[in-house]
Nanobody, 119 residues
């Protein structure tokens, strides 16, 4: 079992920045892929970004490329999402997730943290 706890959400004006953190505990491994997803009211959950165990391979949704940046600290079992140039359409609950090594889907999810961007 893996437990994930997100933090860092809040209210910010359009154009502002936030940094989200996700601390993992339990049966974690540095070889796992970690990712961020978000879900806005009335919409399905969507992929935002992911990062491989080495931290050198990252991938972003087109909607956040150039604005959001994912990183991880394996010693702390923590993944971060730096969000810049925030837009009202970025408003959502943001979830941290883990895809265990050799798995094809994300298995563990955090409780989410609310990000609200005002126009």
């Amino acid at each position: 079992q893996v437990q994930l706890v997100e933090s860092g959400g809040g209210l910010v004006q359009a154009g502002g920045s936030l940094r989200l953190s996700c601390a993992a505990s339990g049966d974690t491994a540095s070889s796992d892929t970690m990712g961020w997803f978000r879900q806005a009211p009335g919409k399905e959950r969507e992929f935002v970004a992911r990062i491989a165990w080495s931290g050198s391979t990252t991938y972003y949704a087109d909607s956040v490329k150039g604005r959001f940046f994912i990183s991880r600290d394996n010693a702390k079992n923590t993944v971060y999402l730096k969000m810049n140039s925030l837009k009202p359409e970025d408003t959502a609950v943001y979830y941290c997730a883990v895809r265990p090594y050799l798995h094809t889907s994300y298995k563990y999810w955090g409780q989410g943290t609310q990000v609200t961007v005002s126009s």
